[in-house]
């Protein structure tokens, strides 16, 4: 069974930093696509970064410059640096992983950015 396990989040101060980790059960080249995406209180689901298999990203226009996208396949864990935080990110931050026609979730992690 496929679980997606995610780490990081926190609170930081507005201009700080976090890295958010997703944690896979199996290993991340079964993967067609892995990405990040982030739910803020009364919002939709938005997507922020996604990386391919082949290590191709790409990453939304508000975060980017500042959101990077990256995997260790030894590790089998996809990581989003988060630099330049601000309140507006402040959202519940989700791993995906699609295969084939699968898409699978982790269960969310918070990030907070006070101002």
């Known amino acids: 069974q496929v679980q997606l396990v995610e780490s990081g989040g926190g609170l930081v101060q507005a201009g700080g930093s976090l890295r958010l980790s997703c944690a896979a059960s199996i290993s991340i080249a079964s993967f067609n696509f892995m990405g990040w995406y982030r739910q803020a209180p009364g919002e939709q689901r938005e997507l922020v970064a996604v990386?391919?298999?082949?290590?191709?990203?790409t990453t939304a226009d508000f975060v980017k410059g500042r959101f990077t996208i990256s995997m260790d396949n030894a590790k089998n864990i996809v990581y989003l640096q988060m630099n330049s935080l601000k309140p507006d990110d402040t959202a519940l931050y989700y791993c995906n992983a699609l295969m084939v026609q699968t898409n699978y979730w982790g269960q969310g992690t918070q990030v907070t950015v006070s101002s």
């Open positions: 990386i391919s298999r082949t290590g191709f990203t």
